[in-house]
Structure formats: C-alpha cells, structure tokens
T-cell receptor, first 115, second 118 residues
Framework: AQSVAQPEDQVNVAEGNPLTVKCTYS??????LFWYVQYPNRGLQFLLK??????LVKGSYGFEAEFNKSQTSFHLKKPSALVSDSALYFC?????????????FGKGTTLSVSS | GAVVSQHPSRVICKSGTSVKIECRSL??????MFWYRQFPKKSLMLMAT?????????EQGVEKDKFLINHASLTLSTLTVTSAHPEDSSFYIC??????????????FGPGTRLTVL
C-alpha cells in the first residue's frame, strides 16, 4: 500500500538550533514528495517539493528537504530554527487514484521552537 | 500568486440544515480541486476530487449524497453539506491544483472553513 509516515508527533527545538522533521514514504515508481505547513485554524501552505533532479530541495522560509531514495525518506530541515516556525508540518506524496492523482498526507508533526 | 480562498471561514448551523462552502482560485485556473476534512490534531482526509465540468470522484466511505460537490468553472468549486448533523462538525479545507506549466502536482490550499453543527 502506498503511504507516508511521520514517525514523530512532536519535535521540540531551541531557537537558533537546527531542526529536522522526519518523513518516510512507500510508493510504487518515482515519488513526488511535498512538505506543507499549517498554522492554527489555517489552511496548508506549500513549502517545497521534490519531483526529480537534485536530492536537496530548497523551499520557503529557509526550509530544505533531502530526498534519499535508498532510505525512502524526505526529511525536512532548517539550519537555524525560529520561534515563528512553530506549527504543524505535513509530508505528502502523490499517488494515483481513480480520479487521476492525489496527495496523501502523513499524520503531521508539531514543531515547537522555544526561545 | 497561487491564492485560494474559502468562504465562509466559520459557520454555525442547526442540525438538519444545509451549508454551502465555496472554494475559489483567485489568480490561476484550476481544472482540479480537492476537498479535505481535518479532525482535531489529525491529518487531512481526502473526501473527493473535483474536476471542472464533470462529476466529482468521492473517496471510499464518503457519502456523495450528503457532501455535494460542484465545480462549475475553472476557478470555483462548492461543497454543500446536506442535512448536517453534529458529527459533520469539522474543519473543511479545499485545495486547487495549478493547471499551468509543469507544476501540475502542487496543490494550493484554502484557509479552511470551520463548520459547527448544533
């Protein structure tokens, strides 16, 4: 079955420290992978995506993610966390369905950055 | 660019009534829109995929007669929750897939609609 997993419900990091939010996936074929961020009572904001090419993808707000095919991972990273980065982060993967293609999401990881 | 709006942002209704939620892509054309439901502290559950000019495709377990979806134009899709019950209370989020260029798989999300059924 095609799926995406975020093994951590919550990640806590001090401001200024690097952060990593983990994501692993299971799909057939080449994966299209995405990261979105959600602030309270808001919709999701697109951060970055991997389709093909360079394994290190740079996105919005200083975030980046590294695609690792052998480990089937797509971890989200940032060199120096900000308190304003505190939010809910979702990893997603494109899958084929009866309507064409759709995204399936991980369960989300809450990032808490302390000052 | 790539802004998606939803209206209303919050709605409270009585049990048994119907509620319509609008989703608009403001600066791009979206041949495909998606409707999701999000429970507290949970991930997004895809309800249906809406293609402009055709019937929506519903995910397994989603009642198509209860959640009516219309995608009449390239910038507007609506979700109508019919005969709403308290268990329909949730956060409903739409997204639109940009049909332009090669970035056809990026979905842009609306801000969500909080539905409370009394």
């Amino acid at each position: 079955a095609q799926s995406v997993a975020q093994p951590e419900d919550q990640v806590n990091v001090a401001e200024g420290n690097p952060l990593t939010v983990k994501c692993t996936y299971s799909v057939s074929g080449n994966p299209y992978l995405f990261w979105y961020v959600q602030y309270p009572n808001r919709g999701l904001q697109f951060l970055l995506k991997y389709i093909t090419g360079d394994n290190l993808v740079k996105g919005s707000y200083g975030f980046e993610a590294e695609f690792n095919k052998s480990q089937t991972s797509f971890h989200l990273k940032k060199p120096s966390a900000l308190v304003s980065d505190s939010a809910l982060y979702f990893c997603a993967v494109r899958v084929a369905n009866q309507a064409g293609t759709a995204l399936i999401f991980g369960k989300g990881t809450t990032l808490s950055v302390s000052s | 660019g790539a802004v998606v709006s939803q209206h209303p942002s919050r709605v409270i209704c009585k049990s048994g009534t119907s509620v319509k939620i609008e989703c608009r892509s403001l600066d791009f054309q979206a041949t495909t829109m998606f409707w999701y439901r999000q429970f507290p502290k949970k991930s997004l559950m895809l309800m249906a995929t809406s293609n402009e000019g055709s019937k929506a495709t519903y995910e397994q377990g989603v009642e198509k007669d209860k959640f009516l979806i219309n995608h009449a134009s390239l910038t507007l899709s609506t979700l109508t929750v019919t005969s709403a019950h308290p268990e329909d209370s949730s956060f409903y989020i739409c997204s639109a897939r940009d049909a332009r260029g090669s970035s056809t798989d990026t979905q842009y999300f609306g801000p969500g609609t909080r539905l409370t059924v009394l």
